[in-house]
């Protein structure tokens, strides 16, 4: 032993403890310097003669391990070091030992029994995970399963160690794994005799709260496809002596107690209970009450479980009679006659009645009997009192016997609710025993508890020998006989032939045995024995060597306990009892021998009772508790010898129930009673440590040579490597995959590997730290220079500021001097200037007022001097004025007298005459004719004058008579002609005041339209503003309502996916009861349907024929409305309908230009026209009359002639069919004549058009050429009248001629008959004219488009601007973004090339469909015209002859329906959906069974037959459940019908005529609709049938994916050389683990993805549902692989952290490349992630913790909590997560409100969405291949 060699050094209080060696060991020494771990020296003796040095630590790597045979040096300090490690630092409770799970209880519960640590544990290999109890269950069902061979669980330990916790638990993981496939739940009723058995059986001791007082072995059967088919318990050795005795702080069985705590129910009034304090078999321990145990709720968990074992209600109150009438026993009140030798009880007892009451038993024998024996000798029989003592023995008995008794009945009637007539495959058995105890009292229940735990570990003793011999032989290594402890001379010592059994049950034979002659026999016959000794100080005591340690025995109470008597005329009046339960308990054994044999033969291995019923008969005719106890045990062994064994030792860490409190006495001690230590010996024996060749090459090759490692052979490197560095061959053997190692020899290589790792770490360090130094002192040195550098300039900088200081104040000096004599100076200036300036003012003043008085002197001289020139000026004017006066009078005078003179010459009278004849002449001509009117006038005036006299003289005689006749009305005639005459003003009035009120009319007509003009605009305005506050307030409205409807849209979705997930789980269920019931399915029934309310016809609908539109303009405006109805929200989710609407968008901005352009020139024109208009209004009615009537008169002519010519025509025809009705001819010249009648009359057509065409173009030309006329006279400033005079004059000239060109052409159809050629001779005389307007329209359209050119030269520069610009910005741009936007160019020009091309091909397309359906109409025409041909008959010919009119079929088109007959169904539904396969159809259009099965449907519809869509869609429903049964494993199978289904769901949404469904329907699928019938309830059938379909996809992908997972993403190395391997135990090489075990990679899982994802996209799918698939499973990987982490301590390690990152970000990768970044995959994923993330950060300080509390936000505390504990150093330089630490991480996370579990749940299932996804297609561009077999369907 060298210096700093740990060692492990014994210890009175710990038991081992640890020390270090600080001298080097020398042989011969007499003791060892050490020092412990509390830096104290101690010197440790060593035994020169046995030379047993002390043992040696393991490296601290190897601490903790999960298995102790993983050890390098196996001995006892460094099993309790490994255990206390794992329980006190790690919080482990299991540990694994070889073949042997040490759970140490931690009384305290643990989250790691939840269902999903079941799954998580289901399925793995042992080795694989941590140690726990559900690893050792499955490898049990794995192995079962594998090897079909029933095996065991062998529970065992001390009381309070765990036993029945564990044994439950294992039971519960058989339950969960092995559920039975019927609907029995049997494995409900296994979990269900738990708690009856806790009850009935279990009790409150010193060291356990809930102590199993009997052993029990439950064997679980199962069927051949290892589901659970029942189950079977045996039990051993009751405590009997229980029920009426219990220690200090001890309890009654808990039944009791359950049952007094709810005596206050109704049920429960009769039973006379009270509280457990009153009742003396209750209450002897003290406290009645356990903390943290309520009673009452665990009595009705006890009523429950009977309830579901099937113990009817009868027998539940018969069995809480007799627990309460045992209460009442144990009260009764005995009182002593005669000094104690005769006893009574008294009738008047409360107990006694209750006790007779409550069992049915008459009281006054009970009462008699209780008190009294009979005595029964060869001649008579004696009746006996009792003493006191007596009675109580015989009343205590019989309460042990009534509750013995009720236990065996228990037990059986579980074990018939429990046994099935199912033939039993295999089983495996949980084998709950008492481990060995000591006390210091040891009476006749430990004897046997030691007895049968001796029985176990010669058992256990000979299964591990024999596993390691079978692994020695498998690997080919040279085994030797390992010496280990063989216990049978111990075993035989107890159940030999005159062993202790024995000689009890001979004792207990002698009529007057006692336990002390038993004893003497005892020391008579075994003192020689090995394994017995007598005490010293005793002679009643024998002590017993076994194999965990001497046991003391105490004789007293052997023989009463191994007899067990009752007195037989108790149990007779039991047998006598009113109540059938009660009689049929005490029964005799031959009379239950039937119902027992009952219970057999199903069982490969024969099934007995181990606790057979007592008869109730005399002593010497029954077996003893001891014979009995001996045979059950030898049945026990025989069933564990006949199985595989696997074993579970319960510890008890500390004997005060403390939570994780570790008692390294009282473990040792248990170590060595259970076995532990001796499997442990057992491995240190031979080869305990073992490696695989590839695990030690990737440990070791550090310490391997280069030229080694060259080497392919990894098993040859390893030989060469350990024969050079262990030298000793008897060290280490190689075996065919292993290589076995001696104890130490691995932690030998440990620390030759970390010698090289330290010294290599030395070398880097060297290396390192130099290099830091360099790099130190380099910085020191350029720090230096650059302080030399700032000081030295600092120096600089100071001396150059103190000489600029200097001169500075040289300069202020200067200045401020000159600055005081300049401010002297200015003083003194200042005050001069100031004398100079009032002096100055002061004589400008006088100077001023001189001048002054000299101007005004000049003003006033001024004036007077301009009055007297003015005065002067007018005197000269007057005098001048008054000479020209008289000067110009003589000159007029003079020229007057000339003028007389003038005037008196003939000359001038001439020139005055000479215009005067002419009006002379004029006058004498007006006065001529005013002669002539005057005489004229004269003339009928003075006939007027005479018909008025004569008229007057008639009046005036017809006054007179009037006169005469009616004298009386002379009055009336006055006031009658005023009357009139009033009249007659009023007249005039009126006409006045109608001239006024026209006038105001007229004014207020003009003044209201006027108004109306403003208040037109003004209503424009107003609409306008209303426009732009309905916008704005619809912007505002839209963002308030866009932000609640998120937020509302956010909340019902939550409540949604809640609702969905619940909805979803209802569906799971019912798919798994519809599976039970599979039987039944046929016979169910789909929902019906009802029909629509709709009246409209089908065949109406039908009847229309479809356009065809090959419009491209068509086309977007479809898709801009597609867009408008569904709302820009999915508009954006297109990027192709998003780059049409763009495109279309610039194109509306061009057309947008172009007619803003031609709306300008309009408006010219329109200004120019408007003069125009003025001139043509007058003519324009007359126009068009003569148009018009130009127009009638043509066509009723040419009417007549048509008609004319018509009727000979056929009356010719008729002629000629009578004369020639027999030839043959007939039909040809008939055929002829029509289409010449026809050829004519289309001819006659063209003519007619082609007259009124250029009859037209004239009165173009003659209204443009008046037109030009009216524009050239607008050129003047007047409009005069004479021009409208003209146009009308003009107007009336060319209706005149119009109408002669009529005539003549009238004249000409007279002379012409078919009046063709007059009308083409007036045509072409117009030539002229038409040609000329086309020339006219030619360049307009010519300017046109030169406009257009004009237009596209703008847009084409205004793109070259933008373009520039961009150009301009990319150059500013850095060359990443450069490259990026070159990028996003390309693709927008890709882009849009390609929808232009795509736009193309669509038109080409179109086109291509319209020529070919119009192809098929003309084909199918000639078919039917020949075929009509070839078949009329000789009458209907001449029908048709003689018909006037020929009318056409129509054909129609392929309306998108299918016509099937309803016999045809099965065969439909077998080739589309049975018999289907998924590549038949791969070629084709997707979903194509749905579209087929809709077209079916719809014309099921169409011919309103409710019971063939009724048929049809229940025949599909159950078709396809049927291949999904048949296909339940085949992914492509149940994704192609995933597809199909939703697809014809979409298909019945899209088409039900719901609006909501309709919105992205073209009119041609809105013609697809169903007319008739409502298929809402079918869409539900068809949603739930989706729901199951995807459930079960996602079950066989997570099926395929799940043993990929751990294997892949943990242990795959995917960096190769990263992770390292450390040493494992036992359980990496368990049986476990099936040969050929094959690992997969992370590619393996991509690959399998990759296919899940082509099958999906191929098949269909819709991308939502691949999206919310891959969710899943992805989720899926993260739980399976976080629950593997949590589960597993070998994988929680730095460099798996790093693998796992490695691998994730792959996985992540690949989510990008299929553009499922958004499907929330990745965010699954984020748990795992931070738990990778956590391995990889620093765990020391407290600001560790808060990074790591603040990173892992995904991991709940239990989880981070529970990686801390399981984080593992690979190499001993990382360092171990302190303990500090994982407290200071909890204190941290103690805000948090995590969920308890540990484990994700990785069945959990989100819940799916079905989004409605309408289909493109039409249903009549569908082709049935002919692959499908579909003949038989007929297309409509």
Same mark, same amino acid.
């Given at each position: 032993?060298q210096?700093?060699t740990r ?10 403890r640890?020390?270090e060696?600080i ?6 020494? +007499?003791s060892?310097?050490l020092?412990l771990?509390?830096?104290?020296l101690y ?13 040696l ?9 999960n298995d102790l ?16 490690v ?10 694994y030992?070889?073949i042997?799970?040490v759970?140490i ?23 694989d995970?941590d @140690?726990?109890?559900f ?5 049990a069902?794995?192995q079962?399963?594998r090897?079909?061979k ?12 765990g036993?029945t916790v564990?044994? +439950? ?12 496939a019927?609907?029995t ?6 979990l269900a ?5 806790e009850a009935?059986?279990n009790?409150?001791?010193t060291?356990n709260?809930?102590s199993?007082?009997?052993? +029990?072995?439950i064997?679980i059967?199962?069927?051949k496809?290892?589901?659970i ?7 051993y ?6 029920v ?10 808990h039944?009791f ?9 109704p049920?429960?009034?009769d039973?006379?209970l009270?509280?457990?304090e ?10 009645t009450s ?10 009705k968990?006890?009523r429950?479980?009977?309830t ?5 209600e ?14 009442h ?8 006659e ?7 009880i ?5 107990h006694?009645?209750n006790?007779?009451g409550?069992?049915g ?5 009970m ?6 024996r009979?005595?029964?000798t ?5 009746v006996k009192n ?5 009675v ?8 042990k ?9 228990i037990?059986q ?8 007539t199912?033939?039993?495959?295999s089983f495996?058995?949980v ?5 060995f ?12 508890i ?7 570990q010669?058992?256990?003793n ?6 390691e011999?079978?692994e020695?032989v498998?690997?080919?290594i040279?085994?030797t006989?390992?010496d280990f402890?063989?216990?049978?001379p111990?075993i035989?010592?107890?159940?030999a032939?005159?062993?202790?059994l024995d000689l009890l049950?001979?004792?207990?034979k002698v009529p007057k ?5 038993w004893?003497q026999?005892?020391y008579?016959r075994?003192?020689s024995?090995?394994?017995f000794q007598k005490?010293?100080?005793s ?14 025995y105490?004789?007293?109470?052997f023989?009463e306990?191994?007899?067990d ?7 007779n009046i039991?047998?006598?009892?009113k ?7 005490f ?5 239950a021998a039937p119902?027992a044999?009952?219970?057999?033969g199903?069982?490969?291995?024969s099934?007995r009772?181990?606790? @057979?019923?007592i ?8 077996k003893?508790?001891g ?8 049945l ?9 064994p696997?074993y579970?030792?319960?510890i ?9 409190k570790?008692?390294?006495?009282r473990?040792?001690q248990q170590?060595?009673?259970?076995g532990v ?5 057992i491995s240190a024996?031979g080869?305990p440590?073992?490696w695989s060749?590839h695990d ?5 090759c550090?310490?391997?040579?280069k030229?080694d490692?060259?080497k392919?052979?990894?098993k040859?490197i390893c ?9 000793d061959p ?8 292993k290589?076995?190692?001696?104890a130490g020899?691995v932690?030998?290589?440990e ?5 090289k790792f330290r010294?290599?770490?030395?070398m880097?360090?060297?290396t390192?730290?130099g ?7 380099q910085?020191?040195?350029q ?11 600092h120096?600089?900088?100071r ?6 200081r ?12 000159m600055?005081?004599i300049?401010?002297?100076f ?6 001069t ?7 100055r003012?002061?004589f ?9 008085a ?5 003003i006033?001289q ?8 003015r ?7 007057r ?6 006066c ?9 020229k007057?007298k000339?003028?007389?003179?003038e ?6 009278l001439?020139?005055l005459?000479?215009g005067?004849e002419?009006k002379?002449?004029?006058?004498q001509?007006k006065?001529?004719e005013?002669?002539?009117?005057y005489k004229?006038l004269?003339?009928?005036?003075s ?5 008025h006299s004569?008229?007057?003289e008639k009046?005036?005689k ?14 009336q005639l006055v006031?009658l002609?005023?009357?009139?005459e ?5 007249l ?8 006024v ?18 208040l ?7 609409k306008q ?9 619809l912007?505002?409205s839209?963002?308030e ?8 849209n956010?909340?019902?979705?939550k409540e ?7 909805y ?9 009861l ?11 029934q789909? @929902?019906g ?12 609908s039908d ?5 065809i539109?090959?419009s ?6 479809d898709?801009?409305?597609?867009v408008?109805e ?9 990027m192709?309908l998003f ?7 610039r194109e509306?901005e061009?057309?947008?230009?172009k007619?803003?352009?031609q ?6 024109e329109?200004?120019k026209?408007?003069v125009?208009e003025?001139?043509t ?17 043509e ?9 004319n ?6 009356k ?15 039909q040809?010249s008939?055929n002829?004549?029509?289409n010449?009648?026809?050829?004519a009359?289309?001819?006659l057509?063209v003519?007619?058009e082609?007259?009124?065409i250029?009859?037209s173009?004239?009165?173009k030309?003659?209204?443009q050429k008046?037109?030009?006329k009216?524009?050239?006279?607008t050129?003047?400033?007047?409009w005069?009248n004479s021009d ?17 060109t009529?005539?003549?052409?009238e004249?000409w159809g007279?002379?012409?008959?078919d009046g ?18 086309q020339l006219?329209?030619e ?8 406009e257009?050119l004009k ?11 933008k373009?520039?610009?961009?150009f301009l ?6 060359p990443?973004?450069l ?7 390309e ?12 736009e ?8 291509e469909k319209k ?6 109409i ?15 008959p000789?009458?209907?010919?001449q029908?048709?002859?003689?018909r006037?009119?020929a009318?056409?079929r129509?054909?129609?088109d392929f309306?998108?329906m ?15 959906i049975?018999d289907l396969?998924?590549q038949a159809v791969s070629?084709?259009?997707p979903?194509?069974p749905?579209?087929?099965l809709?077209?079916?449907i719809?014309h ?6 409710d019971?063939?869509?009724h ?7 159950n ?6 049964r048949?296909?339940?494993d ?5 994704s ?7 697809r014809?769901l979409?298909c019945l949404?899209?088409y ?20 008739n019938?409502?298929l809402?309830?079918y869409?539900q059938?068809?949603?739930?049938l ?14 395929i994916?799940q ?5 892949a ?10 992770s390292?391997?450390k040493p ?10 099936a ?12 690959r399998?993805?990759n ?5 999906m996209?191929d098949?269909?799918l ?8 891959f969710?899943q499973l ?6 399976v ?7 597993r ?9 790093m ?9 992540e990768?690949?989510?990008r490349g299929?553009?499922l ?5 990745a965010q699954?994923?984020?748990p795992?992630i931070?738990a990778a ?8 300080t407290?600001?560790d913790a ?6 892992c ?8 909590v +529970? ?6 150093p690979?190499n001993?330089?990382e360092e ?6 994982i407290?200071?991480?909890?204190t941290?996370l103690?805000?948090?409100n995590?969920?308890?579990q540990l ?14 996804? @309408?289909s ?11 692959s ?9």
């Amino acid at each position: 032993m060298q210096e700093y060699t740990r060692v492990w050094i014994p210890d009175p209080d710990e038991v081992w403890r640890s020390a270090e060696i600080i001298k080097d060991y020398k042989e011969g020494d +007499k003791s060892l310097h050490l020092k412990l771990e509390d830096e104290t020296l101690y010197e440790y003796p060593i035994d020169l003669q046995g030379n047993e040095l002390p043992f040696l630590r393991n490296p601290d790597i190897l601490v903790g391990e999960n298995d102790l045979t993983a050890l390098s040096y196996l001995h006892e300090p460094a099993v309790l070091h490994n255990l206390k490690v794992r329980f006190l630092e790690s919080n482990h409770i299991y540990t694994y030992c070889g073949i042997v799970l040490v759970a140490i209880n931690p009384y305290e519960q643990l989250p790691i029994y939840e269902q999903d640590v079941i799954y998580a544990y289901s399925g793995q290999n042992m080795g694989d995970m941590d @140690p726990h109890i559900f690893a050792v269950a499955e490898e049990a069902y794995e192995q079962m399963a594998r090897d079909e061979k029933n095996q065991s669980i062998i529970v065992s330990g001390e009381s309070g160690a765990g036993k029945t916790v564990s044994a +439950k638990y294992a039971m519960r993981f058989f339950a969960t794994v092995g559920g039975s496939a019927s609907e029995t739940n049997i494995e409900a009723k296994v979990l269900a005799s738990s708690p009856i058995m806790e009850a009935i059986g279990n009790a409150k001791t010193t060291r356990n709260d809930n102590s199993s007082r009997f052993g +029990k072995y439950i064997q679980i059967g199962f069927d051949k496809r290892y589901h659970i088919i029942g189950a079977n318990m045996r039990t051993y050795l009751l405590e009997k002596s229980r029920v009426v005795f219990q220690a200090e702080d001890e309890r009654n069985y808990h039944i009791f107690y359950q049952l007094c705590a709810s005596a206050s129910l109704p049920e429960f009034k009769d039973l006379g209970l009270t509280c457990a304090e009153d009742f003396f078999y209750a209450s002897q321990g003290g406290d009645t009450s356990i903390n943290g145990v309520d009673d009452a709720d665990d009595f009705k968990k006890t009523r429950h479980a009977f309830t579901l074992l099937g113990v009817k209600e009868s027998h539940q109150t018969a069995i809480f009679r007799i627990i309460a009438a045992i209460l009442h026993l144990g009260n009764l009140e005995i009182q002593a006659e005669r000094d104690g030798e005769a006893c009574s009880i008294s009738s008047e007892d409360e107990h006694l009645n209750n006790f007779c009451g409550l069992l049915g038993l008459e009281r006054s024998q009970m009462q008699h009997w209780l008190c009294h024996r009979k005595l029964v000798t060869t001649a008579e029989t004696y009746v006996k009192n009792m003493s006191v003592q007596q009675v109580v023995n015989a009343k205590n008995a019989l309460a042990k016997h009534i509750y013995a008794q009720l236990f065996n009945w228990i037990v059986q009637h579980i074990n018939k609710a429990l046994h099935t007539t199912v033939k039993q495959h295999s089983f495996i058995g949980v084998l709950d025993i008492y481990g060995f105890e000591t006390f210091e009292v040891n009476s006749f229940e430990q004897f046997c508890i030691n007895y049968a735990n001796e029985k176990l570990q010669q058992q256990f003793n000979s299964h591990v020998f024999k596993l390691e011999q079978e692994e020695y032989v498998k690997e080919g290594i040279p085994w030797t006989l390992i010496d280990f402890y063989d216990n049978q001379p111990c075993i035989d010592l107890i159940e030999a032939k005159l062993g202790i059994l024995d000689l009890l049950d001979e004792e207990c034979k002698v009529p007057k045995g006692t336990d002390q002659n038993w004893a003497q026999k005892l020391y008579d016959r075994h003192t020689s024995s090995q394994h017995f000794q007598k005490p010293r100080m005793s002679n009643t005591s024998f002590i017993v060597l076994h194999f965990a340690d001497k046991v003391e025995y105490q004789s007293e109470g052997f023989l009463e306990k191994n007899r067990d008597t009752v007195y037989e005329e108790q149990i007779n009046i039991l047998k006598a009892s009113k109540y059938q339960m009660v009689a049929d308990l005490f029964q005799d054994e031959k009379d239950a021998a039937p119902t027992a044999s009952m219970a057999k033969g199903t069982s490969k291995i024969s099934v007995r009772s181990a606790r @057979p019923v007592i008869k109730a008969a005399n002593k010497e005719h029954k077996k003893t508790v001891g014979h009995q106890f001996r045979n059950s045990l030898h049945l026990l062994m025989e069933t564990l010898n006949a199985t595989t064994p696997h074993y579970v030792r319960c510890i008890k860490p500390n004997d005060e129930k403390l939570p994780f409190k570790f008692d390294p006495k009282r473990v040792v001690q248990q170590l060595r009673a259970c076995g532990v230590l001796e499997t442990i010996r057992i491995s240190a024996a031979g080869f305990p440590s073992r490696w695989s060749y590839h695990d030690f090459f990737n440990r070791y090759c550090v310490l391997m040579k280069k030229r080694d490692l060259s080497k392919n052979d990894k098993k040859q490197i390893c030989q060469t490597l350990l024969e050079d560095l262990i030298k000793d061959p008897d060290k280490f053997q190689f075996g065919r995959t292993k290589i076995f190692f001696r104890a130490g020899q691995v932690a030998y290589l440990e620390k030759l590997r970390a010698d090289k790792f330290r010294a290599a770490t030395i070398m880097i360090q060297k290396t390192v730290r130099g290099w830091l130094q360099r790099i130190k002192y380099q910085r020191l040195r350029q720090a230096a220079i650059v302080i030399q550098r700032y000081t030295r300039g600092h120096l600089a900088r100071r001396l150059a500021e103190h000489l600029r200081r200097t001169r500075a104040a040289i300069i202020f000096q200067k200045q401020y001097r000159m600055l005081q004599i300049l401010r002297a100076f200015q003083r003194v200036r200042n005050a001069t200037i100031t004398i100079q300036a009032f002096a100055r003012g002061m004589f400008v003043r006088r100077i001023y007022h001189k001048i002054l008085a000299e101007h005004k002197a000049i003003i006033l001289q001024k004036y007077a001097c301009g009055w007297l020139a003015r005065a002067r000026f007018h005197r000269i004017r007057r005098a001048t004025i008054v000479l020209q006066c008289y000067y110009r009078r003589m000159k007029a005078r003079q020229k007057l007298k000339a003028l007389k003179i003038e005037a008196r010459s003939v000359q001038h009278l001439k020139k005055l005459n000479i215009g005067m004849e002419n009006k002379v002449v004029q006058l004498q001509r007006k006065i001529d004719e005013q002669n002539k009117e005057y005489k004229l006038l004269n003339e009928q005036l003075s006939m007027l004058t005479s018909a008025h006299s004569s008229e007057v003289e008639k009046l005036k005689k017809e006054l007179v008579q009037y006169q005469q006749s009616h004298r009386g009305d002379g009055n009336q005639l006055v006031s009658l002609q005023e009357e009139m005459e009033h009249l007659q003003l009023e007249l005039e009035k009126a006409h006045d005041e109608r001239k006024v009120v026209e006038d105001s009319y007229v004014k207020e007509k003009d003044l209201l339209r006027k108004r109306i003009s403003d208040l037109e605009e003004e209503n424009a305005l107003l609409k306008q503003e209303k426009e732009e506050l309905n916008s704005r307030i619809l912007c505002q409205s839209e963002d308030e309502f866009a932000r609640n409807t998120v937020e509302e849209n956010i909340q019902m979705k939550k409540e949604l996916e809640e609702e969905r997930s619940r909805y979803q789980n209802l569906i799971k269920e019912y798919s798994s009861l519809e599976q039970r019931y599979d039987n039944l399915r046929d016979e169910m029934q789909a @929902p019906g349907h009802r029909r629509n309310p709709s009246n409209q016809s089908s065949l109406e609908s039908d009847s229309n024929y479809p356009s065809i539109s090959t419009s491209e303009t068509g086309d977007t405006e479809d898709v801009i409305q597609q867009v408008e109805e569904v709302g820009m929200e999915k508009a954006a989710m297109d990027m192709t309908l998003f780059l049409k609407l763009q495109k279309r968008v610039r194109e509306l901005e061009q057309e947008r230009k172009k007619l803003q352009t031609q709306l300008e020139k309009k408006e010219q024109e329109r200004k120019k026209s408007q003069v125009i208009e003025m001139k043509t209004e007058v003519t324009s009615d007359r126009e068009d009359f003569a148009y018009n009537s130009l127009k009638r008169q043509e066509l009723e002519s040419e009417n007549k002639k048509l008609k004319n010519e018509l009727n000979e025509l056929r009356k010719a025809i008729a002629d000629q069919a009578t004369q020639n009705n027999s030839s043959n001819d007939i039909q040809d010249s008939y055929n002829l004549l029509l289409n010449q009648l026809k050829s004519a009359n289309e001819e006659l057509e063209v003519r007619k058009e082609e007259v009124l065409i250029l009859r037209s173009q004239i009165m173009k030309a003659a209204q443009q050429k008046e037109t030009g006329k009216s524009m050239e006279g607008t050129s003047n400033a007047s409009w005069p009248n004479s021009d409208k005079h003209t146009d009308q004059e003009d107007a009336i000239e060319a209706y005149q001629g119009m109408c002669e060109t009529n005539r003549k052409t009238e004249d000409w159809g007279y002379l012409n008959e078919d009046g063709e050629l007059g009308l083409a001779y007036q045509g072409l005389k117009q030539v002229a004219r038409l040609l000329e307007a086309q020339l006219q329209d030619e360049r307009r359209e010519h300017e046109e488009e030169i406009e257009a050119l004009k237009n596209e030269v703008d847009a084409m520069r205004e793109e070259l601007e933008k373009q520039q610009q961009a150009f301009l910005q990319t150059l500013q741009l850095s060359p990443e973004a450069l490259v990026e936007f070159g990028l996003q160019q390309e693709i927008t020009r890709l882009t849009n090339e390609n929808l232009d091309l795509k736009e193309l091909l669509e038109k080409l397309e179109k086109n291509e469909k319209k020529l070919k359906k119009q192809l098929k109409i003309y084909m199918k025409r000639v078919q039917d015209f020949e075929v009509s041909q070839a078949t009329v008959p000789a009458e209907e010919r001449q029908h048709e002859r003689n018909r006037q009119v020929a009318v056409q079929r129509k054909e129609k088109d392929f309306q998108g329906m299918l016509e099937y007959y309803k016999e045809d169904e099965p065969l439909l539904i077998r080739n589309l959906i049975t018999d289907l396969k998924p590549q038949a159809v791969s070629a084709t259009v997707p979903c194509l069974p749905a579209y087929i099965l809709y077209m079916c449907i719809r014309h099921a519809d169409y011919i309103n037959d409710d019971q063939k869509v009724h048929s049809l869609l229940t025949s599909t429903i159950n078709g396809i459940k049927k291949v999904l049964r048949k296909h339940n494993d085949d992914f492509q199978m149940t994704s192609f019908w995933l597809a199909n289904t939703c697809r014809l769901l979409h298909c019945l949404k899209q088409y039900s005529g719901d609006a909501g469904f309709m919105t992205q329907n073209t009119p041609k699928q809105n013609e697809h609709c169903l007319k008739n019938f409502d298929l809402t309830e079918y869409r539900q059938v068809l949603s739930h049938l989706s729901i199951q379909i995807y459930q079960q996809l996602i079950k066989i992908a997570e099926g395929i994916l799940q043993p990929m997972i751990v294997s892949a993403v943990l242990e795959n190395e995917s960096i190769q050389g990263l992770s390292g391997v450390k040493p494992m135990g036992y359980r990496n090489r368990s049986s476990s683990m099936a040969d050929g075990d094959s690992s997969y990679n992370l590619d393996a899982i991509i690959r399998q993805l990759n296919t899940f994802h082509g099958i999906m996209c191929d098949q269909g799918l819709d991308p939502e549902i691949v999206q919310q698939v891959f969710k899943q499973l992805f989720y899926m990987i993260n739980a399976v692989a976080l629950n593997n982490l949590l589960l597993r301590k070998d994988v929680c390690s730095w460099s798996t952290g790093m693998q796992l990152r490695f691998n994730i970000s792959q996985l992540e990768e690949w989510l990008r490349g299929k553009n499922l970044q958004q499907s929330g995959a990745a965010q699954t994923l984020e748990p795992l992630i931070q738990a990778a993330q956590l391995l990889q950060l620093k765990k020391k300080t407290s600001e560790d913790a808060e990074a790591i509390c603040s990173l892992c936000t995904s991991l709940t505390t239990q989880q981070i909590v +529970k990686i801390l504990n399981l984080y593992t150093p690979v190499n001993e330089f990382e360092e171990r997560v302190t303990v500090a630490f994982i407290r200071d991480i909890q204190t941290h996370l103690q805000e948090r409100n995590d969920p308890p579990q540990l484990l994700l749940d990785f069945k959990h299932m989100f819940p799916v969405l079905f989004p409605f996804n @309408p289909s493109s297609i039409t249903m009549d561009s569908i082709h049935l291949p002919a692959s499908l077999n579909l003949e038989f369907l007929n297309k409509v």
